[in-house]
């Protein structure tokens, strides 16, 4: 058996009514059972988003600094945008 520890947690009370109905339910057999499943689960996500989050962050820290450094070059205007009315709205002046 793997070596354990045991915690006093405190929950909101919406959290606390789940961990009660996943039991009440059967799909647990303990509010332990319950807490290590959602633990590994969590687990599970930070190692799956770990290396993405560490690109995004990074991708984030360059524009920063390209922002900083002036780098970065103004956008060109989307001529969609500026499309006649008339594309967009039929004779009667409703949404088409």
Known sequence: ???????TIVLPAK????????IGEGRHYSASSVIQ???REWQERRQVGGP???????D?????TEI??????PLEPDT????PRHRFFNHSGYFA
């Open 1 to 7: 058996m793997a070596e354990t520890e045991r915690l």
């Open 15 to 22: 959290l606390a009514h789940a961990v009660k109905t996943a």
């Open 37 to 39: 499943e959602a633990m």
């Open 52 to 58: 993405q989050l560490a690109d995004v962050h990074a």
């Open 60 to 64: 984030i820290d360059r524009r920063l």
């Open 68 to 73: 900083a450094s002036r780098r970065v070059t």
């Open 80 to 83: 969609s945008v500026t499309a």
